[in-house]
């Protein structure tokens, strides 16, 4: 089992930046990658960025060229930072470890994006 505990969010006007932090513990050897995700009011769970243990990145449309995913493997920590955020980017963001069976969600944290 590995646990995620997400930090990080907040309150920001448009415009501004964010940068999330999660860290993971117990079984982090089994992880093959770790994400980011979102859910606004009302709407799916979708994905922001991944990061393999390779350091391969995936990212979502919506955020490609404002959004960076990066890990500290000495930490076990992965960081999403956020530039030029906008109103549309006010979700409940999620930390995810990939790994067999199921994975692991963090608890998620609050970010708030005022026009």
């Known amino acids: 089992q590995v646990q995620l505990v997400e930090s990080g969010g907040g309150f920001v006007q448009a415009g501004g930046s964010l940068r999330l932090s999660c860290a993971a513990s117990g079984s982090v050897f089994t992880i093959r990658a770790m994400g980011w995700y979102r859910q606004a009011p009302r709407k799916q769970r979708e994905l922001v960025a991944t990061?393999?243990?390779?350091?391969?990145?995936l990212y979502a449309d919506s955020v490609k060229g404002r959004f960076t995913i990066s890990r500290d493997n000495a930490k076990n920590t992965v960081y999403l930072q956020m530039n030029s955020l906008k109103p549309e980017d006010t979700a409940v963001y999620y930390c995810n470890a990939d790994y067999r069976p199921f994975g692991s969600w963090g608890q998620g944290t609050q970010v708030t994006v005022s026009s």
């Open positions: 990061i393999t243990t390779g350091g391969s990145t």
